[in-house]
């Protein structure tokens, strides 16, 4: 498959924008493991090959174990994973699939108690954020180094 685009150079001041939503991410209450977690979940329901190389990388290198890596595409039937993480993947699965069904309450009453009210905005921007950056890579075929 070949690269349609690049969309960084074809427009750097909407990359700068992206960039601008990455250090606000940075500086949020989203643990920067957790995040890599949630990154790597909704690229891979997406098909973002370019972003789940990159996640599942950058996940390895900030000391993430493979078999939990293994295991995020099917989170529900491992044992791997805290109830807090399991809250932020099903928020994560729900976001992403937004047409799907909405965000049911029964998604909400299972995030709720494990985050605070500014740690919820600051996990759905980063939701929002790597559902945009999927987009990107998918829509100009970003490839894997």
Known sequence: MQARLDFISASPAAYAAMGALEKQIARSTVEPALAELVRLRASQINGCAFCVDMHHRDARENGESERRLAAVVAWRETPFF??????????????????????????????????????????????????????????????PA
């Open 82 to 143: 805290t109830e807090r993480e399991r809250a932020a993947l099903e928020w994560t699965e729900a976001l992403t699939l937004i047409a799907a069904d909405r965000v049911p309450d029964a998604v909400w009453d299972a995030v709720s108690p494990h985050f605070s009210p500014e740690q919820i905005v600051d996990l759905t921007l980063l939701i929002g954020t790597i559902n945009a950056w999927n987009r990107f890579a998918i829509a100009f075929r970003k490839m």
